[in-house]
């Protein structure tokens, strides 16, 4: 449904947080849910080539976490811009973040194709890759690379769309690429005999037709924000701001790849069905994981329109909803994995025992520490999309780096493969700790319910 401006800023202002942050959380956690179903349909196509190419899988997993923090780092950043902006009804100075983030996204795009092409095999083995993965690692890559120029102003696109509450056409993007790739993934690898490299196509060809759906909302004017050339700053000191707004997501996503690049390492000492064990249970997590950010995504947009128009208690009330949805989810899903654990691993690599052993028991530590994750991502996710930069860095680095990376160092040294299964889990508990005191403080501080009184 198409609104005016002043229709979109009374439902976004006006209809009650359950309902509002229900109809906003569902269309973005579709997208999710199918962006990770296709990501996991990716690895379970990939897997019946063999151990070794579902290794790469995970591998190349880290390079598309270096794009995607960049494209959903300059989406977020706009984002947390644009809601209080439109919020504020300052509709012209949300038209130039928009306008300047999906120049910087398509700048970066490029870059990152360039200078990860002419070092690409260096890469892959900083990235984990071992002499018998490589082959496949290089071939995966090679595509996904050429794909970041689209791959990053999609996000931005999507992140623009959410910002100013059209979550139902970020949606219809995202999920028609999704359910494309699917369909392509084993055309690719086996009908057409291109292996690795077909289900690396698949998931570019589908980031274009995903993109080019996106683009099409601002071509026809269906949206709130304008995207035009006139429109693109020219003064540093803009972009700066997009960056370091989107900082807490750069670093986020950033640490995401470092931290599956230092647990494919840790991992690969135990050899390739490790890594691909590892690399199975975590895609299994995420999908988890992505439904908790879908619900999330939902609710960044209302509490920065809220919080722009001047309504804490509203934003109060979001995040609270927003975290006892999470919870429910994240409840349900622990319990059903816990209860079909070996059965699930089974499906990717059923003739590997090493890989079932070592994947079923990664995801029982998971399933132990799922119940906590909702809560954490929206402390982070609150501070984020209201602006507060400093605090949503640190929120954002906990879980892939202040808590993960003492952990994958020391307790593999420790426990062995038991260390590198426990290592995730283990970060996203203390994770849980530390997201605690960071809300009791927001509340009291900043989403104070006097007038007097908003500090930043």
């Not at 990501?39 to 290794?55: C, E, K, L, M, P």
């Not at 208690?313 to 429910?328: D, K, M, N, Q, Y």
């Amino acid at each position: 449904m198409n609104y005016t401006k002043e229709e979109q800023h009374r439902r976004m202002t006006q209809t009650p947080i359950p309902r509002l942050v229900t109809s906003m959380a569902i269309p973005t956690t579709c997208s999710q849910l199918v962006s990770t179903i296709y990501n996991t349909a990716d690895t379970y196509f990939v897997s019946q080539i063999g151990t070794s190419a579902s290794a790469a899988v995970g591998v190349v997993f880290s390079l598309m976490s270096i794009i995607q923090a960049v494209g959903f780092g300059i989406g977020m950043g706009s984002l947390s811009l644009i809601s209080p902006k439109l919020g504020a009804k300052k509709e012209e100075e949300a038209n130039a973040v928009a306008a300047s983030s999906l120049a910087l996204a398509i700048v970066f795009g490029i870059l990152l194709m360039i200078f990860g092409t002419l070092a690409i095999e260096p890469l892959m083995r900083l990235l984990g890759s071992t002499d018998t993965i490589l082959p496949y690692a290089r071939a995966y890559a090679h595509f996904i690379l050429f794909g970041a120029p689209i791959m990053c102003p999609a996000f931005v696109l999507n992140n623009i769309l959410r910002a100013e509450g059209m979550a139902m056409y970020a949606m219809w993007g995202l999920c028609t690429g999704g359910i494309l790739n699917m369909f392509l993934d084993p055309l690719f690898i086996f009908y057409f005999d291109m292996g690795i490299s077909g289900a690396a196509l698949a998931t570019v060809l589908s980031q274009c037709i995903s993109c080019f759906i996106l683009a099409l909302v601002f071509i026809r004017r269906k949206s709130i924000v304008t995207l035009k050339l006139k429109y693109v700053s020219h003064k540093l000191s803009d972009y700066t701001l997009i960056i370091t707004s989107g900082f807490p997501t750069i670093c986020r996503q950033g640490l995401g790849s470092l931290s599956s690049a230092m647990l494919n390492v840790q991992a690969a000492v135990f050899g390739d069905a490790a890594v691909a064990a590892v690399t199975i249970a975590n895609k299994i997590y995420m999908l988890v994981r992505n439904l908790v950010i879908g619900v999330g995504q939902g609710f960044q947009p209302v509490a920065g329109y809220n919080y722009g128009a001047g309504n804490k208690r509203r934003v109060r009330e979001a995040f609270r909803f927003a975290t006892l949805l999470g919870t429910v989810i994240c409840t349900t899903a622990a319990v059903l994995l816990a209860l079909n654990a070996p059965t699930v691993i089974a499906w990717f690599r059923p003739d590997d025992p090493d890989v079932l052993r070592i994947g079923t028991r990664a995801l029982y530590f998971s399933c132990a520490v799922m119940p906590f994750m909702g809560y954490s991502t929206y402390v982070n996710q609150i501070y984020q999309c209201l602006g507060f930069r400093v605090p949503a860095t640190i929120l954002a680095s906990l879980r892939q780096g202040i808590c993960f990376i003492p952990l994958v160092l020391l307790l593999p040294a420790i426990l062995d493969v038991t260390g590198v299964e426990m290592a995730q889990p283990g970060a996203d508990l203390l994770t849980f700790f530390v997201a605690v005191p960071f809300q009791i403080h927001f509340f009291r501080k900043v989403l104070t319910l006097k007038e007097d009184k908003t500090l930043k």
